[in-house]
Every structure is written in C-alpha cells, then in structure tokens.
C-alpha cells in the first residue's frame, strides 16, 4: 500500500467515525414526473408540531418503490402500502431540532430514481398559542359565491365542470376569495369580529358546487374562487382588522368528483353497503346515545350516505382519521386560521371524532371548534359537547357546539302574536331555562338563521321591528353570537318555493352591474337602513362589553309575549326587556327587586342617553330596550 492510499483511507476512517456523511446531490436524482408522483400529502410541514406526521403519496404504482427521505433530522420511520398498488402511507419523524428547509423524498425502483422536493418550514411565533374565537366575538357567516365578486375572470375555468349561470337558484354566481377581501371593511364596521365562511375547497360537481360542501381536493382552493395563496392573503387582511377567520370543514364526506374516488386507497375508504346498493343516511342522532337503539340504526345513521353525490367517509380507517388529523393542522398553521366549524358533526363516526377533535386541541389548546349538531333536543345536544357527564362515559373533546334549540324556539317566538301560555317569548324563556343540562354556555354559538334555514326576515315577515329584537338577544344573550351575511338589511329569500337555492340570494353590490351597493351605508333605506345601523350599534358597542361575554344570566317569564333579563356581574349590568306584542307595555321594574337595588344610573345603549327606569315605563309593540348599569354589590 502506498502513502497516497493510506492517506485516502485514513480520511474515510475520520469521516465514518464522525458519524458524518456526504451531502445528497439533488441534482444526481430525476424529478419525479406526474405520473410517477401525483400527490404528496400535506403539501408541507413544519419544525416543532406535536401531530405525527404521515405522508400520502400517489402514483402509478408507487407501492413498488422503495422511499426515503433526504436531509438532515428527517427521515421515515415505517412505509405502509394500501390496497391500491398507486398509494404508499409514510410515517415520518421530524426531529424537534431538525432546521427549516427544502427536504427530497427519494423514490428508487427497478433501478430508476426519482425525487420530490418537501418543505420543513419553521413555525410562526406563537402558532401554538393562537386564540380561537370566543364569547367576545360576534362571527358573520357568508357564502362566498353569492357575496361578492371579485374577479370576474375565475368565474368559470376550463378544468372545473360546474360554469358560472347567476341566473339560475343553484348555479354558480361568481362570488369569491377577493371579493371578500373587497369588503372586509364592511364586516369590520357592522362590529363583526370573525368571519365563517361556507366551504373554500374544490367542490368539482356539475351540478349546485357553489355551496362547497362535496370537496373533491382537501388541500386546495377551488379556482373559481381563487388560490391558495388569495385564501392566506384574507385571512392576513381580515387580521389586520381584528377580524378571525373560522374554516369550514367537512369530515363526514366528500364529493363522488373528489379525485380519489375512482381509485380509492382502501376498499373500506368510504362506507359501503351489500352489492355497493346505496344507503341514504337516516339522521337519526339518538342512535349514539340512545341505550335502546339497534345496531342497524346506528350503522345506517352514521354510515350511509348524506346524499348520492357525497359518499361517506369511513374515519374507523386509522390512515384516514390520521389523514383529516394533518390536513386541519395544515390548514391552520398554513393559513393562520383561528377557529374550525365542522359540518354535519353527528353523521360521524363518534369515537375517531373524539379522537380527531382531542388531536386538533392537543396541537392549539386556545383553538376553538363548533360542531354543527342540528336537534332541537336539548339533552341530545348537549351530548356532543366536550366534557359534558355522558351517562355511557363518552367524550366528544368537541369544544363547542351551535345552539339549535334557542334558534328554534326564537324563531318560533317572534312570528306570533299569540298570548296564550307556552306560545311567544316564553317559548325563548323556555329554552334559556335549559341552560343547567349543557357543559359549557360559554361554549355555544347562538343564531336566528344561517345558509341551511329561512331567513330572520322571512320568519318574522318582513317586521323590521321583529327583527331588530332576533339582533337585540344575539347581541345580548349568553355564548357566541353569528349572523348571516344580509340578516343585517332586512335580506328576504328570492324564492322560497326554491329552497336552499332561493335563500342564498347574492348581496346586491358585490357584482360589477348591480344598480344598487348595499355594501355602501349611504345606500341604505327603509327597513334595511333601520335595521342595520340598529344591528352596528348593538355590536359595536357588545365588542367592549365584558359583562355581555362573560356576565350571568337572570331572566324573569311572563305571559304577555314579553321576556325581560338581566346579564350582570360583580361590577356591571345589563338589562333587556323584549315587547314582542302587538300592545304598549309597562315595564314590571318591581318584579326584578332582587337585582335592581344594586343598579347605579342607567344607559339607554341605542341611544347613548341616561334612562331611569321605573313601573312607569313604556316599551312600544315589537320593540326591545337595552339598558345598562354600574353595579354596586354589597
């Protein structure tokens, strides 16, 4: 051996017991083409996250390969194949220490190589600590395709099937991403402080996707309403007004255009019934508490379908439950979102829900969730929230849950004008009077109408007074209040023998040709002008009102279809009578002793004047009075 050679060995001999290696060369390796890798699921990671990452990758016989990850503090730990020979599930560990940057998923099969950029992006500054939307926000609901539009030149595109028809109930309209940006100032001046919008995603059907719920790609936006990246823009503007933004998601099912349907990576993906007949789902939600209900109940409610176009996920599928786990961490890491609303919660399978849900919390513990649980039934509701003493043990982990029984016994209340016991604003007395089955009041989110129900202004007729008592109690009731976009000037459905399709009427000036802009206050007239400045000072002023997010609640019956309550602390209170009669009523000052000896001056909050309240005081028909007091308690 000459020295030459013992030189060269003896630097490998530094080098391997170093423990260091030679850097990978991408360029030593072909990039992947689309049809040996079509997707890499989640699109990205990040340093220092808590949820386990497990990457989905798809392509022509990607289950041949064998994969690993280039660069440093990344590597795959487990590759698990599918049924289908095109998916490969790879369980990745991202050491807590491991630097942001670009890594390369290496593929190698039958001698040919082939790579995928990946990117470890480092965390935003208190990502993990963010706060989710609370009793101190007042959240506006809006469906983006019949609010404004924005860009008129994504209204249609080529590789979408459903075209633009605005004159059609279920068409698509062409609202979209920036026309929201456009009107963010609009949402901010009505005392609005966080948006839900309906979905955002790719919803390919040929037929009624403007509502966005059969999602057929979880990780990007549909391109009639705009990009991924237009959606991290609203949301960095929307911040920029103190205005959080709560995505809309669906985990029970997707779209049958969703692009793994025509080849799913597991035969049970989705639920199946014998000979693949279709199963319609019964909505039947007391099969997950009910102690008496059949096992073919439970598996129809929770396994068939929601409808022929959106087949059911099968979350009992641990790949699939660790799927939808990353791609909501995804969604609110990448897009900075502060809050979820999930659809049709029940129609789930429970026990991967709870799961899913107690995953999302682990990752942001401020973060808030509302589950849509549609029953009128108030223990049945209850159940679904997270915590509340389930007789069977069970735990959703579901923070929040929306208040349908205050809603339907609201809306039932203000149309009549009937005196009769048990009809009228006892019926609201009623519901309140529940409070003591739920967990957590805090917790709830209270509404008169949103996309899926009639109008407030058609359930109360057209009676701006009536309206402005269904925007007095959101402003002033217990948990977290939401309004429909157009629930504010008086919005009537188009055509209510049309459904969901008449109700989603678009908000006149969000179009380039609109003759009148709504959006533009000097616009407002009649009925609508009234309502809203009604609505904006009720929820401007509610956004400083601590008592209001926080207070108790102290309510008194009566049977002349009025409702008066106190919300009140240590230090504040606030008193609202509700007239929903057709009569002049004196106030019953002496009825509340127990509470007013403790009350200072008052405030009329509408009108910003001091008011002394006594027996002598008259509220007009179908009018509401809110007055607030210092409190002096002894």
Not at 190 to 213: C, K, Q, R
Request: with cysteine; charged share 25%.
């Amino acid at each position: 051996m000459n020295a030459k050679h013992l030189i060269i060995t003896a630097m490998a001999f530094v080098t391997v017991a170093c423990g260091s290696a030679p850097q990978f060369d991408p360029q030593t390796v072909d990039d992947a083409t689309a049809a040996q890798v079509d997707r890499v699921e989640p699109l990205s990671w990040w340093t220092g996250m808590q949820t386990p990452l497990q990457l989905m990758l798809h392509g022509e016989n990607i289950a041949a390969c064998d994969v690993r990850i280039e660069g440093e503090g990344v590597e795959i730990s487990a590759l698990h194949k599918a049924d289908s020979p095109n998916y490969l599930f790879a369980d990745v560990k991202v050491d807590p220490q491991a630097e942001a940057g670009v890594r390369y998923i290496v593929f190698e099969r039958e001698g040919e190589s082939f790579k995928v950029p990946y990117e470890i992006a480092e965390r935003r500054e208190g990502s993990r600590e963010r706060q989710g939307f609370t009793t101190a926000d007042a959240i506006y609901l809006l469906m983006p395709d019949r609010f404004a539009n924005g860009d008129t030149t994504n209204d249609s595109t080529d590789d979408t099937a459903d075209k633009c028809a605005r004159e059609e109930f279920y068409g698509r309209h062409g609202g979209d991403l920036q026309g929201m940006i456009d009107h963010l100032d609009y949402i901010a001046d009505l005392g609005m402080t966080a948006i839900w919008s309906t979905p955002l995603l790719l919803d390919n059907e040929p037929f009624a996707s403007y509502h966005g719920y059969a999602c057929a790609d979880y990780y990007h936006i549909d391109p009639r309403m705009g990009s991924n990246e237009l959606y991290r823009e609203y949301v960095a503007e929307a911040h920029k007004r103190d205005i959080k933004i709560i995505m809309d998601i669906v985990t029970n099912h997707c779209g049958i255009a969703h692009w793994w349907i025509e080849d799913l990576p597991f035969e049970d993906w989705i639920h199946r019934f014998d000979n693949d007949e279709y199963v319609q789902t019964n909505n039947m939600f007391s099969t997950n508490m009910d102690p008496n209900a059949s096992q073919y109940d439970l598996k129809v409610q929770e396994s068939g379908w929601f409808d022929r176009s959106m087949p059911d996920m099968n979350l009992n599928n641990p790949y699939l439950l660790q799927y939808f786990k990353q791609w909501t961490v995804w969604w609110i890491e990448w897009a900075d979102l502060d809050g979820l609303r999930v659809d049709t919660y029940p129609y789930n399978e429970k026990q991967p829900m709870s799961e899913w849900c107690e995953a999302i919390v682990a990752e942001y513990p401020n973060l808030n969730i509302v589950g849509e649980c549609w029953t009128g039934n108030v223990p049945q509701l209850a159940y679904w929230q997270g915590g509340n003493a389930n007789r069977d043990g069970f735990d959703s982990h579901l923070p929040s849950i929306m208040d349908f029984p205050l809603r339907d016994a609201i809306c039932a209340a203000l149309p009549t004008d009937s005196l009769r016991w048990g009809e009228g604003m006892i019926r609201v007395y009623d519901a309140v009077s529940n409070d003591f089955v739920y967990h957590d009041l805090s917790k709830m989110m209270i509404f008169t109408g949103n996309h899926d129900t009639d109008r407030t202004a058609d359930i109360v007729r057209g009676n701006v007074g009536r309206a402005k008592i269904a925007m007095t109690l959101l402003a002033t009731m217990r948990g977290i209040p939401q309004v429909f976009a157009g629930d504010e000037l008086m919005f009537r459905s188009k055509d209510l023998s049309q459904g969901h399709g008449g109700l989603r009427v678009d908000f006149p000036g969000g179009w380039p040709t609109d003759e009148v802009n709504l959006f533009d206050k000097a616009q407002h007239t009649g009925d609508a002008a009234e309502l809203f400045d009604w609505t904006q000072r009720l929820f401007q002023w509610r956004k400083g009102k601590q008592v209001i997010h926080t207070g108790r609640t102290l309510h008194f019956g009566s049977r002349d279809n009025t409702y008066a309550y106190f919300r009140y602390d240590d230090t504040d209170a606030v008193f609202v009578y509700i007239n929903n009669s057709r009569g002049r009523k004196q106030i019953p000052w002496s009825h509340y002793a127990e509470i007013t000896s403790t009350l200072g001056q008052g405030r009329n909050v509408l009108t910003g004047e001091p008011i002394e309240l006594s027996e002598q005081t008259v509220v007009g028909p179908r009018e509401a009075i809110v007055v607030e007091f210092e409190r002096t308690v002894q």
